[in-house]
């Protein structure tokens, strides 16, 4: 690493979980070049997850519908890019469209793997100037790793970094005060995310009812589902099966006042979504409970992370619910029991 970069595009265009992810190959990035402005182009979705984050000095939103944006929205994110002149981009995504924005606003170095998500060739890399060639196995290597080899394969870095989330302000602080103090005083809290992102990922709904009856048995513990907005209808509904009061807080909190929310929490049972990466970032203790992906790709960075899955042979798999051999009752969330949850709940919370 010779050349010295000082304005520095990075382009992850993914899911909030994905860019959690992204902040640990932006740290190394950070660490080889420290005096370099780092600049983020994201969906708006996730543009929390960035704002105010230690390694991230700026951020571009990108809002966009692949059938719906139109080519005049696309110029004009070429010209606000080529306005800030960067000397460096770096592609995490490897999709087409920033890739083909930087090409356009004529960013001299241009940096995108080889394979990120999928070992399908793209042309894709014909848009960069250098392309870095991944070359262990995704499927059983951690995800963070993969972006972080992006940015050891161009530095020439040997070192290993871990998501970097945005800052916890006092406001956030105090939004989570409000929602804990809201619960019934009990010695434990527990988080609990029900919901993921498809239905694959989604533990059943009597599971979860009976893992919390069984920690009602054991803690002196209140209860509450975090999660989207567009999450709080299924959440009412695995709250009216419940047989404890269990509250909602879906769509009452940013994503960095759901960041300090989890941390005042004793522990969080969840499911594998974007959530889980960042309660990793706080290091609280959780539980995480995998269906047709697999923790070998997407294991929480979280030394205080417990994970569970069957090992189903057929996972990680891309299946829709309604394609899957086992339907209506995938063996890759029903062999992944209330007792092996309760388990690891023992495990950190004690007998």
């Not at 969906?43 to 966009?64: C, L």
């Not at 989207?228 to 299924?234: F, K, L, V």
């Amino acid at each position: 690493m010779s050349k010295q970069f000082n304005n520095i595009l990075v382009n992850a265009l993914v899911n909030l979980g994905d860019v959690v992810l992204t902040t640990s190959a932006i740290s190394l990035l950070r660490q080889a070049y420290p005096n370099a402005r780092i600049t983020m182009l994201v969906k708006p979705v996730v543009r929390q997850a960035v704002e105010n984050n230690p390694v991230i000095d700026d951020v571009i939103v990108f809002e966009y519908k692949a059938k719906q944006n139109s080519f005049h929205k696309m110029m004009d994110m070429v010209k606000l890019i080529k306005s800030r002149h960067f000397d460096l981009s770096i592609s995490f995504d490897r999709k087409l469209r920033p890739a083909l924005l930087c090409w356009l606003a004529r960013i001299p170095v241009r940096v995108g793997p080889d394979r990120v998500f999928e070992d399908k060739p793209s042309r894709v890399t014909l848009l960069y100037t250098k392309t870095i060639p991944i070359t262990h196995d995704l499927a059983n290597t951690l995800q963070a790793e993969t972006y972080q080899s992006i940015i050891r394969g161009f530095t020439g870095q040997q070192d290993h970094g871990r998501p970097v989330f945005a800052r916890i302000m006092p406001e956030n602080e105090k939004k989570a005060e409000a929602l804990i103090n809201s619960l019934p005083k009990r010695e434990k809290y527990i988080a609990l995310c029900v919901k993921g992102t498809f239905p694959l990922k989604t533990w059943p709904k009597e599971y979860f009812v009976e893992t919390v009856d069984r920690l009602n048995e054991r803690y002196n513990a209140s209860f509450f589902i975090v999660g989207a907005p567009n999450d709080r209808e299924y959440a009412d509904e695995v709250i009216a099966a419940m047989h404890i009061p269990v509250a909602n807080f879906c769509g009452k909190t940013n994503l960095v006042d759901l960041a300090a929310v989890l941390k005042k929490s004793d522990l969080f049972v969840t499911v594998d979504t974007g959530a889980t990466h960042i309660a990793a970032t706080t290091e609280v203790p959780m539980v995480t409970m995998y269906g047709c992906t697999s923790p070998n790709r997407w294991h929480p960075i979280n030394p205080n992370a417990h994970v569970l899955t069957s090992n189903e042979a057929c996972c990680p798999c891309t299946y829709r619910a309604d394609e899957c051999p086992s339907n209506p009752k995938p063996n890759c969330l029903w062999n992944v029991t209330p007792t092996d949850v309760l388990k690891e709940c023992e495990s950190m919370l004690g007998s």
